[in-house]
């Protein structure tokens, strides 16, 4: 087992035990979490800032969940060839006092470390599920994409929880998408292909987030109950005049063709890009070319 060595030196890093403490925390917290470290690391006043603001957020998180302060944005996911908004995937905010929004940036790593992320999630699952139902209740066919953390997908209570709220709002499973990244498919393969299942079985469809960036075994592909590939904003980015012919991207968007899968495009910030996705045969488009995460009163229902 892989121990970590917390380090504060007297009398340059403090002249007093219980600021020694605190530093060592810090150091520690640094060893922890950073392998080049090899589980030992000094103080140095960089981590006291990082600590600081690491504090701050913790009782923003902290907040937002006993004051409901989560926030839930959203940003279309367009057809390629007809403009039309097919999907919207819900995106997590949270709000201070003063009610301005947190950047996931700055605190979704954070929430995921100490677990707060299950709250989080259940609160942005429960507003978006509600926006679901006005949808629906317009006649409007419009897929909500959730984008679920590794955290809150394993947690057991994860499936009965969204089962209950989809009947709670009486929302059609159907118009659904879980969004989920690869690196889920490491840590308990058997509960995830269970679960996945389970959830498909009643319509709700499964988007494999930010694909091309982890480990990218095809072999799950193969054996995991999925409908959606979403090809990742740093391929995207790559796909500018001077290199029109992305292979990656091509070659994602094929293996998807190939196993009869959605194809989405995350990051799409220009017309040059929206063309070569349309001639590599994207099925979906998403990005600030078409709107930034808005909320749901500003989605509009066609960009082209």
Not at 92 to 107: K, T
Not at 176 to 202: A, G, H, P, Y
Not at 279 to 288: A, C, I, K, N, R
Request: net charge negative.
């Amino acid at each position: 087992m892989r121990g970590s060595l917390r380090i504060s030196v007297f009398p340059d890093d403090s002249t007093d035990a219980q600021s020694l403490m605190q530093h060592a925390e810090a150091a520690l917290h640094r060893a922890k979490i950073n392998p080049l470290h090899e589980g030992v690391c000094f103080y140095s006043e960089d981590m006291e800032t990082n600590s600081i603001a690491r504090r701050v957020h913790y009782t923003q998180i902290k907040q937002a969940i006993v004051h409901h302060r989560v926030v839930t944005l959203y940003q279309p996911l367009v057809n390629a060839l007809t403009g039309e908004t097919i999907a919207v995937e819900a995106l997590m905010r949270i709000a201070d006092e003063a009610g301005n929004l947190i950047s996931p940036i700055e605190f979704i790593t954070l929430a995921e470390e100490a677990r707060l992320i299950i709250p989080l999630g259940e609160q942005m699952i429960s507003q978006a599920l509600a926006q679901l139902k006005v949808w629906q209740s317009e006649n409007k066919r419009i897929r909500l994409c959730l984008n679920i953390s590794p955290i809150q997908f394993l947690d057991p209570h994860f499936v009965p929880f969204l089962l209950h709220t989809i009947d709670q709002h009486g929302v059609q499973p159907s118009q659904i998408e879980l969004e989920v990244t690869e690196s889920l498919m490491l840590q308990n393969l058997q509960q995830v292909i269970r679960d996945m299942t389970q959830l498909r079985d009643i319509g709700i469809s499964i988007s494999i987030d930010d694909f091309g960036t982890g480990y990218s075994c095809l072999s799950y592909l193969k054996i995991l109950p999925v409908d959606v590939l979403k090809i990742d904003r740093s391929f995207i980015n790559q796909l500018t005049i001077e290199t029109p012919e992305e292979p990656l991207v091509q070659a994602i968007t094929q293996l998807a063709k190939g196993a009869s899968l959605t194809s989405v495009a995350e990051g799409v910030e220009n017309e040059f890009q929206v063309h070569r996705l349309q001639e590599f045969g994207v099925s979906l488009l998403q990005g600030f070319y078409f709107s930034r995460p808005v909320t749901a009163d500003k989605i509009k229902t066609r960009y082209f």
